[in-house]
């Protein structure tokens, strides 16, 4: 049962990276929080460097470069969500993740969604619906129009779709001669680079990076060792068992996030959102065995 003990800390730690995540935009821009994570990201890839295999091919690193800026667009989005939206809303929206990532991969890909897959996206929509609805159910179109108005959801979204197709780039790089802590190593990089572009176009470059620093420099930290930790636990617990016991189990971070999370920002109608996050968990699952 060693696995279950792995899957158990990977969702334990995911749940915490959101819920210091959220805490740190509630004082920070997120463009400097997403900079300094992406930063501290690259200083830690760094004791890779042992492990990186640099002969590879030309394209395949324009490929990851691509993934990056995918990356980088989709990781702002998300922390410019978080930082406006309730953590009880935000969190629950990031289980339609494997949707966009199983959708692409058919349109793409042409691999093919299976019965349950098809459900498991049905569950996604219907948690979303009671994600939104009103505690008095007096309106049942409303859900759908806060959905379609809402900025931040939106951004969430449109975020998923860029990570949806950052993944199939990932798959078909570290399937052709790149290694995956090669792929680590040169995605970390490249994604502090791009935000230190950003950073300099659309803001104050270097003096942003040193007041979020200065400002918010432990939280940030612990949310990239946090998140390193959370993804290392999943490595080991998938290699002892089978994916679909891991995925279930990681999901339940969504959960933590929002009940944790909402208590201590002390967010309303908590019961509500837990059970719709809990038909989201059941839907991403689905979709993504």
Same mark, same amino acid.
């Given at each position: 049962?060693? @696995?279950?003990?792995?899957?158990?800390?990977?969702?334990?730690?995911?749940?915490?990276?959101?819920?210091?995540?959220?805490? *740190?935009?509630?004082?920070?821009?997120?463009?400097? =929080?997403?900079?300094?994570? $992406?930063?501290?990201? *690259?200083?830690?890839?760094?004791?890779?460097?042992?492990?990186?295999?640099?002969?590879?091919?030309?394209?395949?690193?324009? @490929?990851?470069?691509?993934?990056?800026?995918?990356?980088?667009?989709?990781?702002? &989005? %998300?922390?410019?969500?978080?930082?406006?939206?309730?953590?009880? +809303? *935000?969190?629950?929206? +990031?289980?339609? /993740?494997?949707?966009?990532? $199983?959708?692409?991969?058919?349109?793409?890909? /042409?691999?093919?969604?299976?019965?349950?897959? @098809? +459900? /498991?996206?049905?569950?996604?929509?219907?948690?979303?619906?009671? +994600?939104?609805?009103?505690?008095? =159910?007096?309106?049942?179109?409303?859900?759908?129009?806060?959905?379609?108005?809402?900025?931040?959801?939106?951004?969430?979204?449109? $975020?998923?779709?860029?990570?949806?197709?950052?993944?199939?780039?990932?798959?078909?790089?570290?399937? &052709? /001669?790149?290694?995956?802590?090669?792929?680590?190593?040169?995605? &970390?990089?490249?994604?502090?680079?791009?935000?230190?572009?950003?950073?300099?176009?659309?803001?104050?470059?270097?003096?942003?990076?040193?007041?979020?620093?200065?400002?918010?420099?432990?939280?940030?930290?612990?949310?990239? !060792?946090? %998140?390193? %930790?959370?993804?290392? =636990?999943?490595?080991?617990?998938?290699?002892?068992?089978?994916?679909?016991?891991?995925?279930?189990?990681?999901?339940?971070? %969504?959960?933590?996030?929002?009940?944790?999370?909402?208590? !201590?920002?002390?967010?309303?109608? !908590?019961?509500?959102?837990?059970?719709?996050?809990?038909?989201?968990?059941?839907?991403?699952?689905?979709?993504?065995?």
């Amino acid at each position: 049962m060693l @696995w279950l003990i792995f899957a158990l800390g990977s969702a334990f730690f995911a749940a915490a990276a959101s819920i210091i995540q959220k805490k *740190a935009l509630i004082k920070e821009h997120a463009m400097e =929080f997403s900079a300094v994570l $992406a930063l501290i990201n *690259a200083v830690i890839s760094l004791f890779l460097l042992p492990f990186v295999d640099f002969n590879i091919s030309t394209m395949n690193l324009l @490929w990851v470069y691509l993934a990056s800026w995918l990356g980088t667009v989709a990781f702002l &989005h %998300t922390a410019r969500a978080i930082r406006h939206m309730q953590i009880s +809303l *935000a969190s629950p929206m +990031l289980n339609f /993740g494997p949707a966009f990532s $199983a959708i692409l991969a058919a349109f793409i890909l /042409g691999e093919k969604l299976v019965l349950y897959q @098809w +459900l /498991g996206i049905i569950l996604l929509v219907i948690g979303a619906y009671v +994600l939104e609805i009103d505690h008095k =159910f007096s309106d049942l179109i409303e859900p759908f129009r806060r959905i379609k108005s809402s900025k931040y959801i939106h951004f969430i979204f449109f $975020a998923l779709l860029l990570y949806g197709f950052s993944s199939i780039i990932d798959r078909y790089v570290v399937t &052709h /001669g790149v290694s995956p802590i090669s792929y680590i190593f040169f995605a &970390h990089i490249f994604i502090a680079i791009n935000f230190f572009v950003l950073l300099n176009v659309m803001y104050d470059g270097v003096k942003g990076i040193i007041h979020g620093l200065s400002k918010m420099g432990i939280p940030i930290l612990l949310v990239s !060792l946090f %998140t390193l %930790t959370y993804r290392f =636990f999943q490595i080991k617990a998938v290699s002892m068992t089978f994916l679909a016991l891991v995925v279930s189990i990681k999901r339940t971070s %969504t959960i933590l996030a929002t009940l944790i999370g909402g208590e !201590l920002f002390h967010e309303e109608g !908590l019961i509500l959102k837990l059970v719709a996050c809990a038909i989201m968990v059941v839907g991403a699952v689905l979709v993504a065995i």
